[in-house]
């Protein structure tokens, strides 16, 4: 299983985009088993310290950061194959 964590918060302007092409991504690989999981980085403080997160979105796969920022379809779509 392919492990997905979307770190956003409520003030941020760009995390809708990045949660969006998350979402489009786990339709496209649906032979993968992924898992999305949307962390508010505010209540997760701890959680997005351990990980090196100074800025969202940010995106974890299988527990390590790969992008800052939301990426294109094409990157995430890359990183999960």
Known sequence: M????VFVSSTCPHCPA???VVEEAKLQVSD???EICNVEEEEN???ATNYG?????????NNHIEFV???SL???L???Q
């Open 32 to 34: 993968l088993e992924v």
């Open 78 to 80: 890359a990183r999960l």
């Open 69 to 71: 920022g939301a990426p």
């Open 18 to 20: 990045a949660i969006q």
């Open 2 to 5: 392919t492990k997905v964590e």
């Open 74 to 76: 094409t990157e995430l």
């Open 53 to 61: 997160i100074v800025a969202v979105p940010a995106i974890a796969i």
């Open 45 to 47: 403080i701890e959680k």
